[in-house]
């Protein structure tokens, strides 16, 4: 093929890396970049539909504007969504990281016990955990059965004790979040060669030292990863109230301007926290390349 | 004068020995404990996991007579089928899997090729502009598709593709659809811990790129191809948001939204049962929810079913798909 056009062997290579990935960019023109612009153009401008479709008149950033003065609801669902996400991003990391070191160990039951805790991934993602939640199948028992809220007051004082028990009751909506995390922290762990633990022991590390100075590192690369994976699913997540109120706007009362304006604020709001994180883990993930 | 000495040190190897004894006993003891306290923490966990589907199984057998009986708690008296033949009706079941069976297998299956020969691209090959394609890819995982939707709709209808399977195959076909990006990525990942040996061996006996591609690559991409198809297959079964976008007739919807208009309904039920008290219908409430269970159970069969035989490979393919990125 390359010979027939003349291609060199660079320019020949060069020609077939850029067919394999060429679908992709199509794909990518026609679903991200035009629908990206599109939304801008929308967002910037007053829409009426009409019947040769819709027209337009700038507007400026009357939309976004509206959307911090004149929306009762935005600003307070953009906060609830954002402090959601940096309670429970934490909590999801950590369970997950704790859950993969357990289901790590060689023991007999190993496969099964795998099997049931991806079971969240099968089952728990969209409209059937909606439902869940709902019939209150999610929330486990014990907190509303033994009135543990009764019994734990006489000895907590009720302001630390609320909060602390909403926080448990939050715990298995983390964990049912956390399927696909545990599962890249699995795959990260299998990568660490097991000679490093060796070589800690045969020094005297103990277990808990040698997790600090060799699993949490080594498996620094995948904490990003699922940070990343947690930030971003969290607010795309379908329960999400600020997800809902675009779409109410969008299409019950057909206000697409105004939608997309919120929309294109709300992609602002990810973009600022996904830059965070990257600052935050700039320094640690640099750190394991060196060395690697 | 030997005698004494030679017992004593008899004495002496027979303490020692008892130490050693003792020691090996609490060590194993302390393993004993270490591994009751790891099964305990490792089962309630799972528990936890499995909790919701224990619920939903045992509320959809249940008759209106064993919901009503304070004695029942998780075991009805008479299994009975009943809540899954309404739900079948109510969710319009054959329909609905035929539609989400379309969307969910025909997505899955061209993701896993589209990925797979973009995933292949990125990894084996070096272009000009090939870090900001990669950093697209990154980039559309990112965009919430709340920015895009008023255009994707628009041109969707435009298309005259609206109430058709196209929006989700489409996509699909060019490496997007649902999470296409993060299916990519995946594929990147497992090229890159092949050796290149294999391909160089294909070239230099004369078979072109895309052929050593299909032939030599793509079958090695087995652990990769399972993890990708499944998850393609159970998020797009689940997804309500897509399919709520470009499915606005009743006859093309999938389960996921005939269970969500069921359950719509049945609230709305509720409520009016509940503000008529006084016509005695009270007892139709766990009566309906019960229903609803059966309907999510009827939703989720088929992935679950799925994941019960795929389950063992789909564990061990994660660990060599290299789906932990980098």
Same mark, same amino acid.
């Given at each position: 093929?390359?010979?027939?056009?003349?291609?060199?062997?660079?320019?020949?290579?060069?020609?077939?890396?850029?067919?394999?990935?060429? *679908?992709?960019?199509?794909?990518?023109?026609?679903?991200?970049?035009?629908?990206?612009?599109?939304?801008?153009?929308?967002?910037?401008?007053?829409?009426?539909?009409?019947?040769?479709? %819709?027209?337009?008149?700038?507007?400026?950033?009357?939309?976004?504007?509206?959307?911090?003065?004149?929306?009762?609801?935005?600003?307070?669902?953009? #906060?609830?969504?954002?402090?959601?996400?940096?309670?429970?991003?934490?909590? *999801?990391?950590i369970f997950a990281m704790f859950s993969a070191l357990l289901l790590n160990r060689h023991f007999p039951g190993r496969t099964l016990f795998r099997g049931i805790f991806f079971?969240?991934?099968?089952?728990?993602?969209?409209? *059937?955990?909606?439902? %869940?939640?709902?019939?209150?199948?999610? #929330?486990?028992?014990?907190?509303? #059965?033994?009135?543990?809220?009764?019994?734990?007051?006489?000895f907590?004082?009720?302001?630390?004790?609320?909060?602390?028990?909403?926080?448990?009751?939050?715990?298995?909506?983390?964990?049912?979040?956390?399927?696909?995390?545990i599962l890249?922290f699995i795959a990260g762990l299998q990568t660490i060669s097991p000679a490093l633990y060796e070589a800690a022991r045969c020094d005297g590390a103990t277990k808990w030292e040698s997790f600090w100075k060799i699993t949490f590192p080594m498996i620094m690369p995948m904490l990003?990863?699922?940070?990343?994976?947690?930030?971003?699913?969290?607010?795309?997540?379908?329960? @999400?109230?600020?997800?809902?109120?675009?779409?109410?706007?969008?299409?019950?009362?057909? @206000?697409?301007?105004?939608?997309?304006?919120?929309?294109?604020?709300?992609?602002?709001?990810?973009?600022?926290? %996904?830059?965070?994180?990257?600052?935050?883990?700039?320094?640690s993930?640099?750190a394991t390349?060196g060395r690697g | 004068m030997s005698s004494p000495s030679m017992t004593e040190k008899y004495a002496g190897l027979q303490g020692k020995a008892e130490e050693v004894w003792k020691v090996t006993w609490i060590k194993r003891g302390r393993g004993i404990i270490g591994t009751i306290f790891y099964y305990l923490v490792i089962l309630s966990l799972a528990f936890v996991f499995i909790?919701? !589907?224990?619920?939903?199984?045992?509320?959809?057998?249940?008759?209106?007579?064993? &919901? +009503?009986?304070? /004695?029942?708690?998780?075991?009805?008296?008479?299994?009975?089928?009943?809540?899954?033949?309404?739900?079948?009706?109510?969710?319009?079941?054959?329909?609905?899997?035929?539609?989400? $069976?379309?969307? $969910?297998?025909?997505?899955?299956?061209?993701?896993?090729?589209?990925?797979?020969?973009?995933?292949?691209?990125?990894?084996?090959?070096?272009?000009?502009?090939?870090?900001? =394609?990669?950093?697209?890819?990154?980039? /559309?995982?990112? &965009?919430?598709?709340?920015?895009?939707?008023?255009?994707?709709?628009?041109?969707?209808?435009? !298309?005259?593709?609206?109430?058709?399977?196209?929006?989700? &195959?489409?996509?699909?076909?060019?490496?997007?659809?649902?999470?296409? $990006?993060? =299916? &990519?990525?995946?594929?990147?990942?497992?090229?890159? /811990?092949?050796?290149?040996?294999?391909?160089?061996? +294909?070239?230099?006996?004369?078979?072109?790129?895309?052929?050593?591609?299909?032939?030599?690559?793509?079958?090695? +991409?087995?652990?990769?191809?399972?993890?990708?198809?499944?998850?393609?297959?159970?998020?797009?079964?689940?997804?309500?948001?897509?399919?709520?976008?470009?499915? !606005?007739?009743?006859?093309?919807?999938?389960?996921?939204?005939?269970?969500?208009?069921?359950?719509?309904?049945?609230?709305?039920? !509720?409520?009016?049962?509940?503000?008529?008290?006084?016509?005695?219908?009270?007892?139709? +409430?766990?009566?309906?929810?019960?229903?609803?269970?059966?309907?999510?159970?009827? /939703?989720?069969?088929?992935?679950?079913?799925?994941?019960? =035989?795929?389950q063992r490979?789909?564990v061990e393919?994660v660990e060599r798909?290299?789906?932990a990125?980098?």
């Open positions: 093929m390359g010979k027939k056009l003349g291609l060199s062997m660079r320019g020949r290579h060069i020609f077939e890396g850029y067919s394999f990935i060429s *679908i992709w960019i199509i794909g990518f023109l026609l679903f991200m970049v035009i629908p990206l612009g599109k939304s801008l153009y929308f967002s910037l401008n007053n829409l009426e539909s009409s019947k040769e479709g %819709l027209k337009a008149s700038y507007a400026g950033l009357t939309h976004y504007r509206a959307a911090f003065t004149t929306d009762v609801d935005f600003v307070p669902l953009l #906060q609830s969504t954002v402090t959601t996400m940096l309670s429970q991003v934490p909590l *999801i990391l079971l969240p991934v099968i089952i728990a993602s969209g409209a *059937i955990l909606r439902e %869940l939640l709902e019939q209150g199948a999610a #929330q486990l028992p014990i907190f509303y #059965q033994y009135d543990l809220f009764s019994k734990l007051n006489a907590i004082p009720e302001d630390i004790l609320e909060p602390l028990l909403e926080y448990a009751d939050s715990l298995t909506l983390v964990m049912w979040d956390s399927g696909v995390q890249i990003f990863v699922n940070t990343l994976y947690s930030v971003v699913n969290s607010f795309t997540k379908t329960d @999400n109230q600020i997800m809902n109120h675009i779409m109410n706007n969008v299409f019950k009362s057909n @206000n697409y301007a105004y939608g997309s304006a919120m929309g294109w604020i709300y992609f602002i709001v990810i973009s600022v926290v %996904l830059a965070i994180v990257f600052f935050i883990f700039r320094k993930l640099s390349e | 909790y919701p !589907l224990l619920y939903m199984v045992s509320k959809s057998l249940m008759r209106p007579e064993d &919901v +009503a009986d304070a /004695t029942i708690q998780w075991i009805p008296k008479e299994f009975s089928l009943r809540n899954y033949s309404i739900a079948l009706k109510e969710i319009n079941f054959w329909p609905g899997l035929l539609n989400s $069976s379309i969307i $969910s297998f025909g997505s899955a299956f061209l993701q896993v090729i589209s990925c797979s020969i973009v995933g292949y691209g990125f990894a084996r090959y070096r272009f000009p502009g090939q870090a900001l =394609f990669l950093a697209m890819v990154v980039f /559309t995982f990112l &965009v919430p598709p709340q920015t895009i939707v008023v255009p994707l709709f628009t041109f969707f209808l435009d !298309l005259g593709w609206v109430n058709t399977h196209l929006p989700f &195959v489409v996509p699909a076909l060019l490496g997007h659809g649902l999470k296409g $990006s993060l =299916f &990519v990525l995946i594929f990147i990942q497992f090229y890159r /811990t092949l050796p290149n040996v294999l391909e160089e061996a +294909a070239r230099i006996d004369g078979a072109g790129a895309f052929r050593t591609y299909w032939m030599i690559m793509f079958p090695l +991409a087995k652990p990769a191809m399972l993890v990708v198809f499944l998850f393609s297959v159970v998020w797009h079964w689940n997804d309500l948001f897509e399919p709520n976008m470009y499915l !606005l007739v009743p006859e093309y919807f999938n389960l996921a939204q005939n269970m969500a208009f069921f359950n719509g309904n049945a609230n709305l039920e !509720l409520q009016q049962a509940a503000s008529s008290v006084s016509t005695g219908t009270l007892g139709m +409430a766990p009566t309906l929810q019960n229903q609803i269970m059966a309907g999510v159970m009827l /939703t989720i069969l088929p992935v679950l079913i799925l994941y019960m =035989f795929t490979y789909f393919s798909s290299g789906i990125g980098e």
